[in-house]
């Protein structure tokens, strides 16, 4: 579904020094699955998504969505295909149908309406209930608000799913049920997800890929259980045992 070759990516520091963010990263997201790159706080895990949707470029390598480089889509018409949920809920003023119906408007689409079958079906994927359409969607909890904004991202049909560090606003009990609907969308619906997280519980609850990114480079993947349970590298060792932190 996706794929990702030999990925750098500098950047310029205000010192006038480049840093290298990102180092010949490999990584392959296989469709339908739930694919989390895992790595502590400043590894690059959210330069490396943004990547992908082409809110930045690469400085070298190549990523295909579908055989294609993405280089050869409108960054725009990319970004439709290519949904990003951004670590904190972002929703619109209004309601939450509103919030469901705000990219279509953007998109000067006719939005779906509130009994369509795409709205009711979003929302139950998305674990809300169809009262809360007329819900100010701000004055929803964190964890309801991440599910809007889930549910506006599937709306738009995406082939590719990108989630930055789902859970970090959430409390754990929160995290753990976002997670299962997130591995529940997957399987019932065939949807792929790339996932970036220091979340260890999420990828280890949810994941079938991990990726272990440290200081912008790759250093292992595999199936979730057996890299998680039997890591390979002494460094995704001293992660692993690292105590979690709450910084994303
Ligand atoms: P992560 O998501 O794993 O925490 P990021 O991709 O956000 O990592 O950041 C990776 C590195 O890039 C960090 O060292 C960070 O300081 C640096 N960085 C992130 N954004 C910028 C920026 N806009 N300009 C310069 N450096 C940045
Ligand atoms: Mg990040």
Known sequence: ????????????????????????????????QITAVIGPSGSGKSTLLRLVNRLEDADDGRIELQGADIRSFDPLALRRQ?????????????????NLQHPFILQNKKPPYADSSEVQGALQMCGLERGMLATRASSLSVGQQQRVCLARALLLEPKLLLLDEPTSALDRPTGDRLGQTLKRICREHGLTILMVTHDLRLAGRCADVVAYLEKGRMLESGASGALLNNPGTKALQRFLAEPETQEG
């Open 1 to 32: 579904m996706l794929r990702i070759e030999n990925i750098s990516k500098q950047r310029m520091r205000s010192t006038g020094e480049t840093v290298r963010i990102l180092q010949h990263v490999d990584l392959d997201v296989a469709p339908a």
């Open 82 to 98: 290519v949904v990003m949920v951004l670590q904190m809920p972002f929703v619109f003023p209004g309601t939450v149908l509103d």
